[in-house]
């Protein structure tokens, strides 16, 4: 029987968008004077032995990706700011998702906190894979996945949708 610490501990703000399939949470170990070491240590464990695939980091930086290296977890960089980005990067970043999930892989993103982006990036990608029918519907299940309002700067994020959307789809859903 392996102890509690091998098993590490559950990131802050994880949650699940597609059961067994795609997660979010906080960046392993926390960001700003609140990051901790072995907190991100135990974090990244979990991660490792519930399965996860790989490590999708959302942010510019490569703060701390050496130490996915260490615990032998997989880990990919997709930097995603926000709307400021454009609906062109939202549709690389969502071909990034696209090509880990159609591989099986189970998947979890961070940015540094659960935020505004990555609520905004989830509800986007919810309606974007046409999992749900509307951007309004796509925001609601977001704020309840993610136990938190969705603002206006992730709402922005699904609006690009619309506009980035392939002809057949946008065709398909209106």
């Known amino acids: 029987m392996r102890g509690k610490w091998a098993r590490g501990i559950v990131p802050r703000n994880f949650y699940w968008i597609i059961k067994d399939r795609l997660a979010v ?14 907190r991100r240590q135990e974090e990244i ?11 999708v980091s959302l942010l510019a930086s490569e703060h701390n ?3 996915y290296d260490e615990l032998e977890v997989s880990w990919t960089q997709l930097p995603f700011n926000g709307a400021e980005d454009g609906a062109q990067r939202l549709v690389e970043v969502f071909g990034g998702f696209d090509s880990l999930l159609d591989q099986g892989k189970r998947v979890v993103l961070h940015r540094d906190e659960l935020g505004e ?19 309004p519907r796509a925001v609601a299940i977001a704020e309840q996945l993610l136990e938190r309002q969705l603002g206006s700067a992730g709402r922005q994020i699904v609006e690009q949708v619309a506009g980035a959307r392939p002809a057949d789809s946008a065709e398909a859903a209106g």
């Not at 949470?25 to 072995?38: D, I, L, S, Y």
């Not at 464990?45 to 490590?55: S, T, Y």
């Open 117 to 135: 982006v990555v609520c905004g990036l989830v509800a986007a990608y919810l309606l974007w894979k046409e999992l749900v029918p509307t951007g």
């Open 25 to 38: 949470c906080e960046r392993p170990g926390g960001f700003g004077e609140n990051h901790r070491r072995v």
């Open 45 to 55: 464990i979990w991660l490792r032995e519930n399965g996860f695939d790989v490590v």
């Open 65 to 67: 990706l050496h130490n």
